[in-house]
């Protein structure tokens, strides 16, 4: 996009922004067939809205000033973008098991595991709100076969568009059978009984309550539950997805390079990434960041490097260069919210996504920095001693 932008003498912005899909051709159709077999089709989202929050929020056109004032001094600096779509939450299935006991603790049995994603937080506070628990009351289990048998694990970004719903589902089941029970111990009917906050009630009586621990305890004997087929405050069900959800989003970058060494510094960073809908935004932002991270180390710093015998000298960390903290500038996060229609939560994947466009946002920063000199940037990372060499060759052919 960089290379073709400047054959038409365009901003690089520019020539993304003419080309980008826009919400009225939504759901967009690219033609292409997704790996699970089903035809391409993008979610609904706003890519130039989300587009044009990315350059706002790294200040483009305040570097593209920098960048002028520059333009003769040994620093040179280069501003870079990257754009992504990522086919998130790919089926065929997730389950859950929800189940409240006794004393009042719901437990949410999933067979997806976390690595610190988040996931006892984010399905907790979904489970809580569609049973209406409270959220500290709420314990997720994961990836226990004895618990969760059938479960298709963690990977493609695949977690909270498809344990999610399957934790809502359940939930939701849950809260119907504990509505049958409560109505026999408030003497009213299903339809009138509400859960929430933990407590059972009669719709605007919310004085007139039990808890929910004592109708699961009322649950293991109650006839209400005959026509459900099993006794107890306790469901598994299942959620397929017809395809994969599809995530949006954009990186920013601006570099300062060292026209006499071939030292990149990264001076600014931005993160813009359309999730449908945030469950715990924080969460979201703190995945998109870590992404970033790894995405900047890929385009900056990390780098398999081998003898002239083929022995890999980079095996440990003392030797491979990952990103520590002085390496990265302030990483801000805007997520543009539109609900995915795949599923009933309205959300899409984000455990990937931060590290999709990084080191793609950084080589175009660098090539921008330095295009003029005739250097162009073909891989990654870009390395102080290859960036040298082709300034050299670049300026004295």
């Known amino acids: ?142 990836g226990d076969t004895a618990q969760a048998p059938f479960g298709m694990g963690t990977g493609g970004s695949r977690v909270i568009a498809n344990a999610g719903p399957a934790v809502a589902k359940t939930a939701r089941e849950v809260r119907e059978r504990a509505a049958r029970v409560a109505a026999e111990l408030l003497e009213c009917a299903a339809a009138d009984v509400r ?68 030292a990149v510094r990264l001076r600014a960073y931005a993160i813009v990434h359309d999730p449908g809908r945030a469950v715990h935004p924080a969460i979201v932002a703190g995945q998109l960041q870590g992404g970033a991270a790894q995405g900047i180390g890929a385009g900056l710093l990390e780098a398999l490097v081998y003898d002239d015998a083929g022995q890999l000298l980079t095996g440990s960390l003392m030797d491979y260069a990952i990103p520590r903290a002085d390496d990265l500038p302030v990483l801000p996060v805007a997520l543009c919210e539109h609900a995915s229609a795949i599923n009933p939560l309205g959300v899409k994947g984000v455990g990937e ?10 080589a175009n920063a660098v090539e921008d920095a330095l295009a003029d000199l005739g250097v162009a940037v073909r891989e990654a990372p870009v390395k102080p001693g290859s960036l040298w060499e082709a300034l050299r060759k670049g300026r004295d052919p």
Not at 120 to 133: C, D, N, P, S, V
Not at 237 to 261: C, I, K, L, R, S
């Open 1 to 142: 996009m960089d290379l073709g932008a400047r054959r038409l003498g365009l901003d690089p912005a520019e020539l993304r922004r003419r080309n980008l899909v826009r919400p009225g051709e939504m759901p967009y159709r690219p033609g292409l067939v997704y790996k699970d077999g089903v035809p391409i089709a993008y979610d609904p989202g706003d890519f130039p809205a989300a587009f044009e929050r990315a350059l706002a929020l790294l200040d483009y056109t305040g570097w593209r000033a920098r960048q002028r004032a520059q333009a003769r001094s040994a620093r040179r600096i280069g501003v870079g973008l990257a754009c992504y779509a990522q086919g998130t939450g790919l089926g065929p299935f997730e389950g859950a098991t929800v189940r409240v006991d006794p004393g009042g603790t719901v437990y949410v049995l999933v067979g997806v595991a976390a690595q610190g994603q988040g996931h006892a937080t984010t399905l907790a506070q979904i489970a809580a709100a569609e049973l209406g628990a409270r959220f500290e009351d709420v314990v997720v289990v994961a």
């Open 195 to 262: 859960v929430a906050a933990g407590r059972v009630h009669v719709v605007g009586a919310p004085d007139r309550f039990v808890t929910l621990g004592r109708v699961a305890q009322a649950a293991v004997r109650s006839k209400a539950l005959r026509e459900v087929g099993e006794p107890g405050l306790s469901a598994c069900t299942y959620f397929y997805p017809d395809t994969v959800t599809w995530a949006f989003g954009m990186q920013a970058a601006a570099v300062e390079v060292d026209v006499e060494t071939g």
């Open 353 to 362: 996504s931060g590290a999709i466009p990084g080191a793609a946002a950084i």
